[in-house]
C-alpha cells in the first residue's frame, strides 16, 4: 500500500519568494542544501572516534559557532549569514574528545521558539520583520565565541554580545559588562592584549538602535579586572562595514569596507550593504589611551574588500604595522552594487593576497597608502599566535585555496563557502619587515575542505610552538572531522583527526580556551566575584520605543530572561 504523503500534493512552501503557510520546509537554494543545509542539532558525544593519537599535553576545550538556522526563513532568497548562532564545544583531555553542541538563545530566538516560525525578516533589516518583534534584539550571536573572565561571550557585529555558561554552554544572557556599556552593536573580533589582560573591542553603526546606517563608531577598553577604562566616540568617513581590527601596544586599526549601508534602501526592503566599486578601502588608526576624536586617522587606499586580520605590532620608527587579507573585488557577491545583480563568477576570480601595510600613525587623515608587502597566499582566516597580540611576530596560519589541486566536483558538486582546500602555515622575515619567508602547506584532498583554524601553544613554548585545530568539510560524505596538526609542521600530515558522526554547517570563528584558565575563573566566580549577571536593564532604544508606546519586550522578555534578569 502507497504511503498516503504519495497522494498529498507537494506545495512549495514560498510564493514569489516569501514563506507560506505553517509547514517546516526550508527553500531549495544553495544557501539551504550540502553541508549548509540545515542541521538544526542540539547534543553531546562521548568519546570521538579518533585516527592518530591526541597530544597528550592538550588539555582545554575548542570553541566555533556556525549560523543554523532554527526554522525556514521568512524570504526564500535568505543567506547563511542569517543563521541562528549555534556552538561547538570539542573538550580535549588525556587523549580524549568529547562533543557538544547548543543554540545561543538570544532573544531572537526566544522569540521564535514561542511563536514556532521565523519572525525576523532579511539580514540586519529590521523593516522586514513581524510586527510582533518590534522592539526585540535581533541579532542572532552566529560569528564568534570569545572567553572572557569565566563566561563565553558570543557575538555577531550587529548586536550585543550573549553569556554562556564554557562548560555546559547554557545561555546566561545578554552581557553588557555589568550595565558599562549600552551601545547597540559590539563587535564579533574583540582582542586581548596578552601582556596587560586588557579586552579592546569596538562596534560600529552604534548611535541609535544599531540599523540606523549612520557613521558612529566607537572604541572601548576593559581592563583584567572588568572595568571599563576607555571609551572613544567618533565618526567614520563612511557608513560601511567594520569587521576586524587589529591591535599593537598604543593603537588599534579599523578597517573600513566599502560595502555601504543605505537606510533607504533597507526601508524599502533591500540587502543592507551594496558593494561600491568606486570607494576607497579606509583604515582608521585610533590611539588606546586617551584619545580625542580629532586623533583618529583615517588613511586611505584602493578599492579592495577586507578579509581577516593577522598581526598588528609597531615598528623601531613607531609606524603601525598591521597585516590582514585583501581582495581585489566583493567578497560578499549577495550584496552586488545598487541595481546589479549578484555575481557569483566574479568572486571566483578574485584574488586574496596577505597585504602588509605600514602607517604612520602622525601623518594626516586622507594620506594615501599602497601595501608594502603583497604575500599571494589567496586565502583567508588568518590566525596567529595570540601570545604575540600586539608585537612583532614571525608565524601566521591561514586557509588557502588552491586552484591547481585536483578536486571532485562529479562527488562533491560546488565547494560550499569556497575551494579552500589547503592549510598553510607562513612566516614573515625575522630580519627585514619588508620580505616574505616560508611557505608551509597541506592539501586536505579532492573531495574535502577547511574551516578556520585555532592556534594552540605549547607549554612554555616558543612563537609558533604548539598545534594547530580545524574542522575539515568532508564535501563527499557530508560529514565534518576535527584535524590536529603539528603547528610548525604542518605538510607532515595531521597528529590525529578527530570523526564526527554528523554534519556541522560552514562556521566563522572560534578559539582554543586552555582548561586551568576555565577551572580557574570556576573557583573566582564561586567566590569572590560571584556569577556571571546578565544584563539587567534593556538598551536604550528599547526604553525609547517602550516610552513611545510600543512593546519592545515580546511578552515581558527582555536579554533572554525575565524583564528583571531573572530565569
Known amino acids: 500500500m502507497a504511503h498516503l504523503e504519495a497522494f498529498a ?4 512552501p514560498y510564493s514569489n519568494g516569501k514563506k507560506i503557510g505553517s509547514r517546516v520546509k526550508f527553500p531549495d537554494t544553495i544557501a539551504f ?6 542541521a538544526r542539532f542540539e547534543g553531546d558525544i562521548v568519546d570521538l572516534e579518533v585516527t592518530g593519537a591526541i597530544p597528550r599535553d592538550i588539555n582545554g576545550t575548542f570553541y566555533r559557532v556556525q549560523p543554523d538556522h532554527r526554522f525556514p526563513p521568512m524570504f526564500e532568497d535568505d543567506i547563511h549569514f542569517n543563521g541562528d548562532g549555534s556552538v561547538t564545544a570539542i573538550r580535549i583531555k588525556d587523549g580524549h574528545a568529547d562533543f557538544k553542541q547548543r543554540y545561543v538563545r538570544t532573544d531572537k530566538y526566544l522569540a521564535e521558539e514561542k511563536a514556532r516560525q521565523a519572525l525576523f525578516g532579511r539580514y540586519r533589516n529590521p523593516y522586514t520583520d513581524n510586527e510582533s518583534v518590534k522592539g526585540v534584539i535581533r541579532t542572532v550571536s552566529n560569528t564568534n565565541i570569545t572567553f572572557w573572565r569565566g563566561m563565553l561571550l558570543a557575538s555577531k557585529e550587529d548586536g550585543p554580545p550573549f553569556a554562556m555558561d564554557p562548560v555546559t554552554l547554557e545561555t546566561i544572557g545578554r552581557y553588557d ?9 559590539f563587535t564579533a573580533h574583540p582582542k586581548f592584549d596578552p601582556d596587560t589582560g586588557e579586552m579592546l573591542c569596538f562596534a560600529y553603526e552604534a548611535g541609535t538602535d544599531g540599523s540606523d546606517c549612520g557613521v558612529d563608531v566607537v572604541t572601548w577598553t576593559f581592563d583584567a579586572d572588568g572595568k571599563k577604562t576607555e571609551e572613544l566616540w567618533f565618526k567614520a568617513p563612511f557608513a560601511g562595514m567594520i569587521h576586524d581590527c587589529g591591535v599593537s601596544k598604543n593603537y588599534m586599526v579599523l578597517p573600513l569596507t566599502p560595502l555601504k549601508m543605505n537606510l533607504d534602501r533597507l526601508k524599502a526592503g533591500g540587502n543592507k550593504f551594496a558593494w561600491d566599486p568606486n570607494e576607497d578601502q579606509v583604515y ?4 588606546r589611551r586617551g ?20 598581526g598588528c605590532y609597531e615598528n623601531e620608527d613607531g609606524h603601525v604595522i598591521f597585516d590582514l587579507t585583501v581582495a581585489d573585488g566583493n567578497v560578499f557577491f549577495w550584496f552586488p552594487p545598487d541595481g546589479e545583480k549578484p555575481d557569483l563568477a566574479g568572486r571566483q576570480r578574485l584574488s586574496s593576497p596577505t597585504c602588509r601595510w605600514v602607517f604612520d600613525p602622525k601623518a594626516k587623515s586622507g594620506t594615501r597608502y599602497k601595501a608594502s608587502v603583497e604575500w599571494t597566499t589567496n586565502g583567508e582566516f588568518s590566525r596567529i599566535d595570540d601570545r604575540w597580540v600586539t608585537k612583532k611576530y614571525e608565524h601566521f596560519w591561514q586557509l588557502r585555496v588552491d586552484p591547481t589541486r585536483p578536486y571532485d566536483f562529479a562527488k562533491c558538486g560546488p565547494p560550499a563557502g569556497g575551494l579552500f582546500n589547503c592549510m598553510a602555515h607562513y612566516t614573515w622575515d625575522p630580519n627585514d619587515e619588508g620580505k616574505i619567508g616560508t611557505e608551509d602547506v597541506w592539501f586536505a584532498g579532492p573531495t574535502s575542505t577547511l574551516q578556520e583554524p585555532v592556534f594552540i601553544p605549547k607549554n612554555g613554548g616558543k612563537e609558533g610552538e604548539g598545534y594547530l585545530m580545524a574542522l575539515k568539510n568532508n564535501l563527499d560524505e557530508l560529514r565534518n572531522d576535527v584535524v ?40 573566582r566566580r564561586a567566590g569572590e566575584l560571584g556569577p556571571v549577571q546578565p544584563a539587567k536593564e534593556p538598551l536604550p532604544w528599547q526604553k525609547a520605543l517602550v516610552v513611545n508606546g510600543v512593546n519592545g519586550h515580546s511578552n515581558g522578555t527582555t536579554n533572554g530572561h525575565g524583564a528583571n534578569g531573572s530565569s
Open 284 to 287: 582608521g588608526v585610533v590611539p
Open 291 to 310: 584619545g580625542k576624536p580629532e586623533d583618529v586617522k583615517w588613511f586611505r587606499a584602493d578599492n579592495g574588500f577586507h578579509g581577516h586580520v593577522a
Open 484 to 523: 590536529i596538526w603539528d603547528a610548525l609542521n604542518l605538510a607532515k600530515g595531521p597528529l590525529a583527526t578527530l570523526h564526527l558522526p554528523l554534519r556541522l554547517r560552514l562556521g566563522f570563528h572560534g578559539n582554543f580556551v586552555d582548561h586551568r584558565d576555565i577551572e580557574a575563573w570556576q573557583e
Open 177 to 185: 559588562f555589568e550595565g558599562q556599556i549600552t551601545a547597540p552593536t
Open 9 to 12: 500534493p507537494e506545495v512549495y
Open 33 to 38: 542544501s550540502g553541508m549548509n543545509k540545515p
